[in-house]
């Protein structure tokens, strides 16, 4: 039996950590759902496209277009690609959409109906001041 | 680097879904979970329909677990040939082929779906062990398929959320590996001490 003592260690030290592991996860997967439950708006990501976010916060995609100087039109490009195309950088990019998406919601009035399509955006009151 | 890949996801929808599945079946550690959740999201969006998201996505797994697959039998396998021919041990391969034949099909179907970042490792492990290919084939897609159905459903349904489900089913995920490690290292160490080892530890 005392040679199988070093690996009954070995293995008890792993158990262990396997314990521990499966220990952190479970708080983490309770605290996603607690997360999910809460409705707990998710960071902007470069991979992203308007119409996700829109999605994902509950705005109007012509808000988002508009606080990006972008044509009213369906653009599904992620937001990375309109940061490089656009010569922004992503925090940026970010700001804005975050100022847009705080405006539109209460409690500020809701944002007026999309404008036409093929309109350029006229420099619009969602356009957010520097 | 997952940044990236998301955002040419974004940008080439299923063809981009079908590589990136093939990749990361083969074991390129992407986040396949948090991807087929964002399809499921553009779904719910209509920017994709359901259908052909499965099919890109599981068609792509698939191949990737061939990849892995073969690269097991006709790679691994010699090697290790090789390697017992020069220092012996081939009766233990053989005993650990055995063990592999009789629980390798449940690991092949739950390492799919239920227990996705084994995937990889059990392709290699059944192409080495020689698992029959057919057999290996029909747990696969049926496997694949699935996971296909509940990750893209998940996005669909919870399409406002992307991060957070992916988040949660990948530390679920986890949760059950560990439960399964814990589960089999704690019968290994215990369920025997009563052969007379000390309970003391």
Known sequence: MTRTR??????????????????????????????????????????MTIG?????????????????????????????????DSGRSMTQIEAKLMYAIVHARPPYPPPGPPPRPFMRPASSTASPAK | MTDQLLELLTTYGLPALFGAMILAAAGMPFPSSLIL?????????????????????????????QLGYAFGRYGGRPLLAAVTRRIGGADKVEQAEAYSRKWAGWGIFFSRWLIGPLGPWINVTSGLTEYPWVRFIVLDVAGEV????????????????????ASLLGNLTWVIVGLLGA??????????????SDDAA
């Open chain 1, 6 to 47: 070093p690996w009954r260690k070995a293995l008890i030290a792993l158990f262990v950590a396997v314990v521990a592991f499966t220990g952190y996860h479970a708080v983490r997967t309770v605290s996603d759902a607690i997360y999910w439950n809460a409705h707990r708006d998710e960071p902007i990501e470069r991979w």
């Open chain 1, 52 to 84: 996700y976010v829109a999605h994902s916060y509950h705005v109007p995609p012509h808000v988002l277009h508009q606080a990006l100087n972008l044509p009213p039109m369906p653009d599904r490009r992620p937001l990375g690609r309109i940061a490089r």
């Open chain 2, 37 to 65: 959740i964002a399809m499921g999201s553009f779904v719910a969006q209509g920017e994709l329909s359901f259908w052909p998201v499965i099919f890109a996505g599981a068609s792509g797994a698939i191949v990737g677990d």
């Open chain 2, 146 to 165: 699935l996971w296909l159905l509940i990750y893209v459903s998940l996005g669909r349904a919870f399409s406002d959320q992307v991060q957070t489900i």
């Open chain 2, 183 to 196: 589960g089999l290292l704690g019968w290994k160490l215990f369920g025997r001490s009563t052969e007379g």
